[in-house]
Nanobody, 128 residues
Framework: EVQLAESGGGLVQAGGSLRLSCAVS????????IGWFRQAPGKEREGVSG????????VYSDSVKGRFTISSDNAKNTVYLEMNNLNSEDTAVYYC?????????????????????WGQGTQVTVFS
C-alpha cells in the first residue's frame, strides 16, 4: 500500500521557520518525483516545490523561492521542506504528493492531477 505521511506542521510566528517531512512507503523511492503543495481556505491548491528523487533536480514556485528548500534522504525514503522567513500568506494545509515522471517538474507544480499519490496534509499557521 502506497503511503505518504506529512509531519512537522504547526503554529509559528511570522519570520520563523518550520521543517516539514514527507515519509514515503509502498513504492521504490526514486521511481517517483515528490512535490509539495499547499491549500489555504477558499483558494486553489498551489504547488510550491518539487524534487526528483532520482536526479536531484529541485524546483520552486516564485512565491517561495529563496525562502523554502526541498531535499530528500533516499536512505530514509523521506523528503523535507525547510521553510524560512514565513509570513501569513504561507498559512495553509501542506501536502506532499508523488508523480511517476521526473520530467518537467516546474510545470507539474501547476498541474496537481499529474500526481498519483497524496498524503493527508499537515497544517501550517503563521501568526503576526
Amino acid at each position: 500500500e502506497v503511503q505518504l505521511a506529512e509531519s512537522g506542521g504547526g503554529l509559528v510566528q511570522a519570520g520563523g521557520s518550520l521543517r516539514l517531512s514527507c515519509a514515503v512507503s509502498g513504492f521504490t523511492f526514486d521511481d517517483y518525483a515528490i512535490g509539495w503543495f499547499r491549500q489555504a481556505p477558499g483558494k486553489e491548491r498551489e504547488g510550491v516545490s518539487g524534487i526528483s528523487t532520482r536526479f536531484g533536480t529541485t524546483v520552486y514556485s516564485d512565491s517561495v523561492k529563496g525562502r523554502f528548500t526541498i531535499s530528500s534522504d533516499n536512505a530514509k525514503n523521506t523528503v523535507y521542506l525547510e521553510m524560512n522567513n514565513l509570513n501569513s500568506e504561507d498559512t495553509a494545509v501542506y501536502y506532499c504528493a508523488a508523480r511517476s515522471s521526473h520530467w518537467y517538474l516546474l510545470e507539474s507544480l501547476k498541474v496537481p492531477y499529474e500526481y498519483d499519490y497524496w498524503g493527508q496534509g499537515t497544517q501550517v499557521t503563521v501568526f503576526s
